[in-house]
C-alpha cells in the first residue's frame, strides 16, 4: 500500500509540475509565474541610491543619468543619437511591457498575447487601418533626417534593455500572460501615435445623425442639434480677425448626399459604443506679463485621459548640445511631448475635429473588387491582415481599400463599435502621410514664437489646441492639426462614397490654423469648447466638448492679477460645477415640493444650499448629478434610445437647457410611451424623487454615505482589465466631468504642469502613478496622493550633470 501512495503521489505531482508549465489555449502557464527563481518573486525592488555604470553597444560616447528623489531620470548626452538611444534605453528599463503591449493593441495583435477573446478587438483596429496609418507616418518619419536618426536610436536603446533582459527580470505582466518581449522597432514608434489619434479622434456620430436624420427629418435635426451652442467662450476670442486670404470653401453638392441617404434603409450595426467622451478632453491656459506677478508669462496644461497605471507619461528631462528640455514623454517616443525648456514652454488639448467620415460604398458585385464612383467602376486594393491567435490557428482577413480608406466592416459583418456603419469606408486623418516627430523635435528646441510657428506646419494628428509661452513674454495659441477643406456639415452625416463632390477637398493651409497671440485680455486657453466663434471661414466641426470648463477657466483668468504658479495650479484644482449653477434656477421652479416624502424634501433643502463645488465632502453634486442624469432621460429616452434596432444620441446637454429656458411646452417633454401627456413640471418632479430613490437605495438614508467623493468613486486601473492587485480603487477626490477638476470614475487629469517662464524657469508637475512600471517597485504610485490632493512637485531643471543638487540621488553611467 505504501509503494501504490508513493506512486500515486509522485504521478500526482508530475501531473502537476507538467499542468503547471504548459499553457491550456489562452490561458498562460502558471508554472513560470510562481517559480521563486524566474517568477514574480523577482519583480520586488526596494529604493537604490546606489551608483551604477553599465556597457551598451550602440552609444557614440559617455552618458550620463541623474535620477532624482522620485526616479525621474535627467540625460546628459555629447550628441543627439546618444540621447535618444538613452531615452529608449531608460524607458524601455521602467515602462517596456506598456510601450509593447499598447503597440500590440494598435497593431491588432492582442490575441496573440490573450487568446481569442481579443479577436474582434483586433480585427476592428486592423479593418480601421492603424496598421497601415503607423506605415504611412513612418514613411514620413524616415523621410527627414533629424527625425530618422532620433527614431533608429531610440530603437536601439529600446532594444539595449530587451537585449540585456532575463526571464528572471521580465516585467510582471509578461509572467502573467506567459509570453517573452519581442524586439522593438520604428514601426512600434509610430503605432503609438497612431494609438494617441484613435484615442483622441476616432470618436464618430455620423451613424447616429444620420439615423435621427431619417427618423425626424432635416427640420427637427437642425433645431435640436445646431451647429453652434447657445452658451460658448471659444479658444480664439470673439472678434479675433484672420490675417489670410480663405482658400474658396467646397459648396454643399446639389445632389446631396443627404437625399440619397434618405432614400436608403438604414444600415446594419451592433456590438458597442465608441463615441467621444467629454471626460477626455484637457485645459491649458496661459497668463501674460501684465497678469502674472514675476512680469513673465505662466503657462498651465493638464490633459485629462482614462486614468491607468502605469501612468500613461513618463517624466524626463533631455539634454544635449542641441537642447535641454524637461516634461512629459509618451513611452514608446521619442523627445518630450508636453514641457519646457529654458525659452518657451507648451501644451496641448485636444480639438475634437472632425477627421474621421464615413462614406457608403456601392460594389458592383459579390466578389467586391470593383466600386461606383465619380460614374465609373473602379478597383479596390487589398490588405490581407494574419492575425495570431494564442492556443489556436491563425486568423486570415482581408480588409478592401478604397480611394477613400478601409470599408471598415462589409455588409454581412457584426461590428465591434455599435457607431461604425457596415458597408462604409473609412476617411481618416491618421492615414495621410505625417511626422508629428519633427513638431516635437523643433518644439523641444523652441527659442521663440516663430520657432513655435514653424514647429507646429509639420504636425497632423490628433488635432491639439497648441498653448505656447516664452521668456520674451509672448503668449499664443493655436487649435492646430491638418484639416481637410470640407463644405459645411460634411461629415455630420454618413457621405455618399459615389459622388464626388463629397470626397475630401484638400487640405485648409497650415498657416490658416485658427490663431491668437498676445489677445488684449492677457491669457490664452483652451478646454476643448469650440475653436473660434463663427466666423472663421473653414468647417472644423459641428460640435465641440460642451462649454462649461472653458467658460469657468476664463472666467477666473479674467479676475485674475498678479497670478502666480499656484494661482494656477489652484486653479486646475477648481471644483465649481457651472453647469449646476446654469440648469438649477431652471428646473428648480419646475419643482413641486408639496409631492416630495422627507426625505426627499431634505435633499431638496441640501440641494439649495449647495454653493456649485464639487468638492468631496459635498452632498449637493451627488443629488445634482444623478438627478441630471434623470431628468435628461426622462426627457429624451422616449424618442432617442431605440436600443440596437436604430441607435441615436440624445442632444447636447446645451441644446437641453435652452429648451427648458425657452420652451417649457415642448412636445419632447411630453413621454410618448404615456398616455397621459407630461410637462416639464412632471419631468422635473418626477426625476428628482426618482434620483433620492435610488441614492436611498444604493446609499441609504441622506448622510455622510452620499458624499460625492466616494459616491463618484475614482479608479486609477492598471492596464490589463480585471488586475485590481496592481490597480488603485475608490479614491475619494472631488471634481467631475465638465469641471475644471475633470476627475470622473476612470478620467482625469493625466499629467498637471505649471510652468513660470522667466531668467530660470521653475516648473511644476504630477501624475497619478509614478516613473515605474513595475508594481513591486516604490516609484510605482508613489505620487498617486499628492495628486489625489490637488498638489505639486517641483519639476528639477538641471543645467550640468555635475551631481551637486540635494535632490539627486544616484548616477547612472552609460559607456
Known sequence: MRYLKAALISLFTITLVWALNRPWGGIPAFGPLLSPFVGFWQNAESINYQDEEVTLEGTKAPVTVLFDDVAVPHVFAQNDHDLYFAQGYLTARDRLWQMEFQTHAAAGRVSEIVGDRALELDRYNRHLGMGYGAEQTLKGMQNDPATRDALDAYTAGVNAWINQLTPAKYPIEYKLLGYAPEPWTPLKCALLLKQMTSTLASGADDLLMTNILRKYGAAVTADLFPNYPTREDPIIPPGTGWDFAPLPVPPTPKDSSLHSLLALSAPRFDAGMRRPQPEIGSNNWAVGAQKSATGFPILANDPHLTLSLPSIWYQIQLVSPTVNV???????????????????????????????????????????????????????????????????????????????????????????????????????????PSNEMR????????????????????????????????????????????????????????????????????????????????????????????????????????????????????????????????????????????????????????????????????????????????????????????????????????????????????????????????????????????????????????????????????????????????????????????????SVLDLNIGGG?????????????????????????????????????????????NMIETWRTGQLNELLYLQSDQRNHTRIKRKLTIK
Not at 464615413?358 to 466578389?367: A, C, L, Q, V
Not at 509672448?474 to 455618399?496: H, V
Not at 473660434?532 to 472653458?550: H, K, L, M, V
Open 439 to 726: 513638431c516635437f523635435y523643433y518644439l523641444n528646441r523652441a527659442k521663440s514664437f516663430a520657432d513655435y510657428r514653424k514647429a507646429l506646419t509639420y504636425y497632423v494628428a490628433p488635432a491639439q489646441n497648441f498653448i505656447f509661452a516664452s521668456s520674451q513674454n509672448d503668449i499664443a495659441i493655436s487649435p492646430n492639426g491638418r484639416y481637410p477643406l470640407k463644405y459645411k456639415e460634411q461629415g455630420k452625416f454618413l457621405l455618399d462614397g459615389t459622388n464626388p463632390a463629397d470626397d475630401w477637398y484638400g487640405f485648409v493651409p497650415a498657416n490658416q490654423n485658427p490663431l491668437v497671440k498676445n489677445p488684449p485680455r492677457g491669457f490664452v486657453s483652451s478646454a476643448n469648447q469650440s475653436s473660434t466663434d463663427q466666423t472663421y471661414p473653414y468647417y472644423i466641426n459641428w460640435e465641440f466638448a460642451p462649454s462649461e470648463r472653458g467658460r469657468r477657466i476664463n472666467q477666473r483668468l479674467a479676475a485674475m492679477q498678479r497670478a502666480t504658479a499656484d494661482s494656477l495650479r489652484a486653479l486646475q484644482n477648481d471644483n465649481f460645477n457651472l453647469r449646476a449653477a446654469d440648469v438649477l434656477p431652471v428646473i428648480l421652479p419646475h419643482l413641486n415640493p408639496q409631492s416630495l416624502n422627507q426625505s426627499q424634501q431634505n435633499a431638496l433643502a441640501i440641494l439649495k444650499d449647495w454653493r456649485f463645488n464639487n468638492d468631496a465632502g459635498e452632498i449637493g453634486p451627488t443629488i445634482f448629478s444623478r438627478w441630471l442624469t434623470q431628468l435628461n432621460e426622462a426627457i429624451w429616452a422616449d424618442e432617442f434610445d431605440q436600443g440596437d434596432t436604430l441607435p441615436m444620441r440624445y442632444p447636447s446637454p446645451d441644446r437641453t437647457l435652452t429648451l427648458m429656458q425657452r420652451d417649457p411646452s415642448s412636445r419632447w417633454f411630453d413621454n410618448v410611451k404615456t398616455p397621459v401627456r407630461e410637462r416639464l413640471p412632471d419631468l422635473v418632479t418626477q426625476s428628482f424623487r426618482a434620483a433620492c430613490d435610488t441614492l436611498v437605495k444604493q446609499k441609504g438614508a441622506l448622510g455622510e454615505a452620499w458624499a460625492w467623493g466616494p459616491t463618484k468613486g475614482t479608479d486609477i486601473r492598471h492596464l490589463l482589465p480585471g488586475v485590481d492587485a496592481f
Open 737 to 781: 466631468s465638465n469641471i475644471v477638476n475633470a476627475t470622473s470614475e476612470r478620467a482625469g487629469p493625466s499629467w498637471r504642469m505649471v510652468v513660470a517662464l522667466g531668467p530660470q524657469p521653475k516648473a511644476y508637475g504630477i501624475y497619478p502613478g509614478g516613473q515605474s512600471g513595475n508594481p513591486g517597485s516604490p516609484y510605482y504610485q
Open 326 to 432: 524637461y516634461g512629459a514623454s509618451l513611452p514608446g517616443a521619442p523627445n518630450v511631448i508636453i514641457g519646457f525648456n529654458k525659452d518657451v514652454a507648451w501644451g496641448v488639448t485636444n480639438v475634437g475635429a472632425d477627421v474621421l467620415d464615413f462614406y457608403t460604398i456601392r460594389f458592383k458585385d459579390d466578389s467586391r473588387r470593383e466600386y461606383w464612383h465619380d460614374k465609373q467602376w473602379k478597383p479596390v486594393r487589398t490588405r490581407l491582415e494574419t492575425i495570431k491567435v494564442k492556443g489556436k490557428a491563425d486568423v486570415l482577413d482581408t480588409v478592401i481599400y478604397t480611394h477613400h480608406g478601409p470599408v471598415v466592416y462589409s455588409a454581412d459583418a457584426k461590428p465591434f463599435r455599435r457607431n461604425i456603419p457596415v458597408g462604409h469606408a473609412a476617411r481618416w486623418i491618421a492615414h495621410e
